[in-house]
């Protein structure tokens, strides 16, 4: 799903309107006392096995482990490896093993599961846990020694998965990445080989993907920069290849951590219901009116997956799109019988679980806690069983919380972006029918708004910014006939 990414440039007037968000939304600003002592503890004491749970862990510092995350990201949840093996390939990925610094029903574990997900704006991130934690301890930072949950993937020559260990272990993450930084080295000279092998199996992960008939969102975040005499700008970034190849590895990782516990009978799923007709008819008449080609025979996977984020119109289909792969959500189940009949993850194909991002979601601590009992023989600590039927609905409460938080913040920026700019005129595609208006977006800067009254859907309109209200996030179009 699209995201903002935020160049972080102290802005009072920003910062103001972040913070009446935050208080409108009664979002967290920082963790208590209580926390933050427990967590210093748990940082300075080093990571122990949670209760009822075993003392194995492996050493595993000779792996060559490479995180690859946003710019300047310090909550390093994953990190990944990779060797050629038989015919196929070997994948290592590391993840945070956040259980083992936080106390189940302490402070941190109590805080984390209220507010379920890590919250970011552009003035500052309000973390899962204490930084201590999140960008310390917990972080497989490079060069540090950490305690992970290490899963071991072997997968044929196509990438299809043959086999699955999962263990706690020590490791040491030579390198942290960004995004373009890896981009370029991939299409350098000399790339190191653990970048070739995650282009190779994430291109034979995508193919896969593709013969499986999932719906593949490309969708450009919106990214916000600050520029020095505090105005603002807002376009789409930059989709890279590589971003694609990263996320195929947390979803191969995610398809098999969903059949460890379907074949268990104990976890937490992602679920997500096929789209129903009457919104796939809608996609179809979207497309026509946005003068998109979509033939008869060609179904909605294949035509989200091949739609180019970089034209207009395209974009706005898949934002739209987007919009339509809805009722996402989580099932619980502490047996076979309690697991329902549907469910898959229609955008992935596949039966799904979240087990990647432990430092920022919550959920994925207790799905690994249980996937690394069941594959070690064991019955699941007490602790993660008691909490698994309550997280669908602490997820589900955190989703919407960051989507409305989201919403909100991008309101403020646009109209921040555009305070100076009132009775210019802008190129706008008409994108959407909403009640009595029309859902615009402008290309440059990169804005959706309202427009009354509603011109043909796919048709290109000159409107002019008649008003900007900071506090009420609002912007006011009208067409230039």
């Not at 590589?242 to 268990?264: H, K, P, R």
């Not at 403020?412 to 859902?439: K, M, P, S």
């Not at 000159?462 to 008003?467: A, E, K, Q």
Request: with cysteine; hydrophobic share 40%; net charge negative.
């Amino acid at each position: 799903m699209p995201s903002l990414r935020f160049h972080r440039v102290a802005d009072t007037e920003l910062a103001r309107g972040i913070a009446v968000i935050r208080e409108e939304m009664d979002l967290p600003t920082g963790h208590s006392a209580a926390a933050l002592a427990e967590a210093e503890a748990s940082a300075d004491r080093g990571p122990l096995p949670p209760p009822g749970v075993d003392h194995e862990r492996l050493d595993r510092r000779d792996l060559h482990l490479v995180a690859i995350d946003p710019a300047g990201a310090r909550d390093l949840d994953q990190a990944f490896g990779a060797q050629r093996h038989g015919t196929g390939y070997r994948v290592h990925y590391a993840i945070a093993d956040v259980a083992a610094l936080v106390q189940p029903t302490g402070a941190v574990d109590t805080e984390a599961l209220d507010r379920g997900l890590t919250f970011y704006a552009p003035d500052r991130r309000v973390s899962l846990h204490p930084e201590v934690i999140n960008e310390g301890a917990g972080s497989l930072l490079p060069g540090m020694d950490r305690s992970c949950v290490l899963w071991q993937i072997d997968v044929d020559a196509e990438g299809a998965i043959l086999d699955v260990e999962v263990h706690r272990a020590t490791v040491r993450v030579a390198e942290a990445l960004s995004y373009r930084s890896a981009q370029q080295e991939i299409d350098g000279p000399r790339p190191r080989s653990c970048l070739v092998l995650l282009r190779e199996i994430g291109e034979r992960r995508l193919a896969l993907e593709e013969e499986r008939g999932a719906v593949s969102l490309n969708i450009p975040s919106q990214e916000v920069q600050t520029d020095a005499d505090g105005s603002h700008r807002l376009a789409y970034d930059e989709t890279l290849p590589v971003e694609q190849w990263n996320a195929q590895i947390s979803l191969l990782t995610g398809i098999a951590a969903a059949a460890i516990m379907i074949d268990a009978g104990v976890g937490l799923l992602r679920t997500l219901p096929p789209t129903d007709p009457e919104t796939l008819s809608g996609l179809r008449r979207t497309a026509a009116g946005l003068h998109v080609p979509w033939p008869e025979t060609m179904s909605y996977a294949e035509r989200v997956r091949t739609l180019d984020p970089n034209h207009p119109n395209e974009r706005a289909l898949l934002f739209r799109s987007a919009r339509g792969l809805g009722g996402a959500g989580y099932v619980a189940f502490l047996n076979a019988a309690d697991l329902p009949s549907e469910h898959g993850h229609s955008a992935i194909a596949s039966p799904y679980a979240h087990v990647t991002a432990p430092l920022r979601r919550v959920c994925d601590r207790f799905a690994n806690e249980v996937i690394l009992a069941v594959t070690g023989g064991r019955r699941p600590p007490d602790w993660a069983l008691g909490t698994l039927e309550q997280l669908p609905s602490t997820m589900g409460r955190a989703r919407q919380r960051e989507q409305a938080f989201e919403r909100a913040v991008l309101d403020l920026v646009e109209a921040l972006v555009l305070e100076r700019r009132v009775g210019e005129e802008f190129e706008a595609l008409v994108v959407n029918h909403r009640r009595d208006r029309a859902v615009i977006q402008i290309h440059e800067p990169a804005i959706v708004a309202e427009l009354e009254p509603k011109p043909a859907l796919g048709q290109t309109v000159r409107v002019r910014l008649t008003g900007v209200n900071i506090a009420e996030r609002r912007l006011s179009f009208a067409r230039v006939e």
